[in-house]
């Protein structure tokens, strides 16, 4: 299933929606099916994006700094985004 390899510090793509084209950081898997995607700068940590996994391009980079920060709850949208903008780089 697509959704196994799908953890919390991922970096996705939006296939579809308002956000189509933006980067995402995966904050939480819900279930096999959903997942809260942020970006820190229109989808905030407060207010995360509920989205279908099949409705994301998942990529292969995985930020371990980022999930560490969500683990702990010491995480910040201008971190988020920061790191974000590095991970482009990657693609």
Do not use: C, W
Not at 4 to 21: A, C, D, F, Y
Not at 30 to 48: A, E, F
Not at 67 to 81: E, G, Q
């Amino acid at each position: 299933m697509l959704s196994e390899k799908i953890r919390v510090g991922q970096v996705v793509k939006s296939l579809s929606g308002r956000e189509t084209g933006r980067l995402f950081f995966v904050v939480k898997v819900i279930d096999p099916q959903y997942v809260l995607i942020s970006d820190g700068k229109k989808r905030k940590l407060d207010r995360p994006k509920l989205k279908k996994v099949k409705h994301l391009k998942v990529y292969k980079f995985f930020n371990e700094e980022v999930k560490n920060k969500i683990a702990s709850d010491k995480i910040t949208d201008a971190f988020l985004r920061a790191e974000l903008t590095k991970s482009k780089n990657n693609f």
